[in-house]
């Protein structure tokens, strides 16, 4: 697959998940967060999210994972109804 498609698509998954972390999701622990950068896999299969929240040690960020976490299914949902593609990729945070 060509690496331009998978830099466009990684693209596209950040927009997406920074509109729904900050719209979508009422979690207090994702006060602040922000989607720094995307890395999608050669296969599609998979996508390597990295964020940033605002004042916080590394408790902080430790706790927005969490939430990240506890609403994976819903941000998967969401992103695949959102982005065109045959694979919603899993997403690692």
Known sequence: ???RRQ???ADLIQRELSDIVQ???KDPRLEGLTITGTRVSPDYM???IHFYRLGSDEQGIE???QGLESALGFI???LGARIRTRFTPELRF
């Open 63 to 65: 706790e927005a994972r």
């Open 46 to 48: 998979y996508a390597d």
């Open 7 to 9: 830099e466009r698509i």
């Open 76 to 78: 998967r949902r969401e």
């Open 23 to 25: 719209r979508r999701i």
């Open 1 to 3: 697959m060509s690496k």
